[in-house]
């Protein structure tokens, strides 16, 4: 039973840490989306966008309002694609590997694997579709005005946001929460409030997946172009006879490698705004020549001003989930349920039956079923036939997973090439602060109390020990990190340990380009002209649960804000 059930484990755990969630099945009929093959290699715009992920959807959508408006996505569109649209096929999108896969994978430093967006839509064609806001207190600390920001979030919750179907499992999981003392119950909001909730999801009634793609419906066709897998290598600036940079333009290319290069118009507020992500925010900037002199110098990048600050502060929220096999089916749920517990973590749920029925295909001939178990470490340097997934018995399960808030440890970003579409050298120093270290620790004793609950009763088995359940997941490879060792390897591992061994990501990485060190309150780079960051780059602090709503919000929020500013300008 134990190497059954271990085997299982292992092959579901990636399933869930590491797979795509599908776009609206309706490909939208965006007549100002195109490939960026065979467009003008010169071009001029009032603002120039770079990355059409979570942030720079709705921000090209506002902006284009009153302006024109290019948006460079380096991926393709999420529609259209029976890997990323279909529920079937879940699981599909981030086991393919190739250059045309919606998603980048990387592994830090620190032996985690993790994925970047590769698509229009951003993370939010990636991650489990969780939708909830921040907090009214986070959104003070970060200087946004309350009114305006919650206008944002209605703006988008009015086209990607839906109240989730609530099933026997993740209801159990509620109540336990409850019955462990992680209250009041809150039932369903979008809000970010101690106790237990259901929140939002930005997956429809039919299971279909709505990204922040979708919030460019909102764009007006006439001020808005958006240029699919168009790569920019870097920006451009103007320095000759002025006190500071003033950034004009961009070079970018499509996906022959035909280079095109687009300038802003005329205009003291014209911008280029850059949001593409965590990772690809600062390794832009550095490309560009914004960045650590010593390290621009040593990949012969010349230096338009030395920024020490650029790729330090790297974030990413440690999660750790524990696999619990059922006597019962479950139903299939990502994240819908959530314990906000005050002591530094979050508790959350997902869970299925027969998870491995996907219908996608890699491109290669194999099934989904076949290449779900590619994200275990071994398996990302073996032949994506080296594993099988059994297909004797349906699984049955789910996992209560923690994520620790913040975090508080920092790791730092560097380049690896002067190529864009390589991933640069991350590391997160998962758990190097303390206190991240005990807030996992309080979370996995939550989880105990939930799994050991009446509530939760009937989907554990009677026989399975809280001990066999961490020493089953801790013996599975779900990172890269050195397994246990020593004589004490074959016991139930302390939560401390548990902790370190299986730690992994919950695609929530933020930083490198943080407020107050390299952009300012207005998300201005300083010490550049004509130049902003918007995105979770910016970020210090993880917003709430899950950041894709708040990210969307800022956009929106953003995009109004310039606006305001470009007619008080006029």
């Not at 074959?490 to 929530?508: G, N, R, Y």
């Amino acid at each position: 039973m134990d190497r059954v059930w271990s085997w299982r484990f292992f092959v579901t755990l990636s399933f869930f840490l590491h797979s795509p969630i599908c776009s609206s099945e309706k490909a939208p009929n965006y007549s100002f989306m195109r490939d960026a093959e065979g467009t003008p290699t010169t071009s001029y715009y009032d603002y120039i966008i770079i990355g059409g992920g979570t942030a720079g959807c709705p921000l090209a959508a506002t902006l284009s309002q009153n302006s024109s408006v290019l948006l460079l996505e380096r991926g393709g569109a999420p529609y259209n694609n029976p890997n990323i649209t279909r529920l079937s096929a879940f699981g599909a999108a981030l086991s393919d590997l190739s250059e045309a896969s919606p998603s980048q994978r990387f592994v830090s430093e620190d032996g985690v694997i993790n994925a970047r967006a590769r698509v229009l839509g951003g993370g939010s064609a990636l991650n489990a579709g969780f939708y909830t806001r921040a907090g009214t207190e986070y959104v003070r600390n970060m200087g946004w005005d309350g009114g305006l920001a919650n206008e944002s979030y209605r703006w988008v919750e009015a086209k990607v946001a839906f109240q989730p179907p609530m099933g026997r499992w993740q209801t159990a999981v509620r109540d336990g929460l409850l019955e462990v003392g992680v209250v009041p119950n809150n039932g369903f909001t979008y809000d970010h409030i101690n106790g237990t909730k259901f929140g939002g999801t930005i997956f429809d009634h039919n299971g279909d997946r709505h990204t922040a793609a979708d919030l460019l419906e909102y764009a007006d066709p006439k001020g808005i172009t958006v240029l699919l897998h168009a790569t920019v290598h870097r920006i451009l600036f103007r320095t000759r006879g002025i006190t500071k940079p003033v950034a004009n333009g961009v070079v970018y290319r499509d996906r022959t490698g035909q280079a095109h290069r687009a300038y802003l118009k005329e205009g003291s507020s014209n911008e280029i705004i850059v949001s593409a992500g965590t990772l690809g925010s600062p390794q832009l900037l550095m490309l560009s020549g914004i960045g650590p002199s010593v390290q621009l110098q040593a990949q012969n990048i010349t230096v338009v001003m030395d920024q020490p600050h650029v790729g330090q502060g790297m974030y990413d929220n440690p999660m750790n989930a524990v696999f619990i096999p059922s006597p019962v089916p479950v139903e299939v749920s990502l994240i819908e349920v959530v314990g906000i517990t005050g002591e530094g973590t979050y508790v959350e749920a997902a869970g299925g039956e027969n998870f491995g029925g996907g219908g996608g295909s890699s491109g290669s001939g194999s099934s989904a079923r076949d290449y779900y178990a590619m994200f275990s470490p071994k398996a990302t340097l073996l032949e994506s036939n080296s594993m099988k997934l059994s297909s004797a018995q349906p699984f049955q399960g789910g996992f209560i997973l923690e994520k620790v808030m913040g975090p508080l440890s920092t790791g730092h970003l560097e380049l690896r090439t002067r190529n864009p579409n390589d991933n640069p050298v991350v590391t997160f120093n998962y758990f190097k602060h303390p206190d991240d270290l005990q807030r996992c620790v309080r979370g996995i004793q939550t989880i105990e109390k939930v799994v050991q609950s009446k509530a939760f009763a009937r989907f554990k088995y009677g026989d399975m020990s809280f001990e066999y359940l961490l020493n089953l997941t801790a013996s599975t490879p779900v990172n890269l990190r050195p397994p246990r060792s020593g004589p004490g390897a074959s016991l139930p591992p302390s939560a401390e340990e548990f902790c370190q061994h299986t730690v992994t990501t919950i695609w929530h990485y933020h930083g490198g380009c943080v407020v107050g060190r390299v952009v300012d309150g207005d998300y201005k780079v300083i010490g550049i002209d004509r130049l902003r960051v918007i995105d979770m780059s910016t970020v210090g602090y993880c917003p709430g649960t899950n950041p894709q709503a708040t990210v969307m919000m800022l956009g929106r929020y953003m995009g109004v804000k310039i606006m305001g500013e470009r007619l008080t300008n006029k």
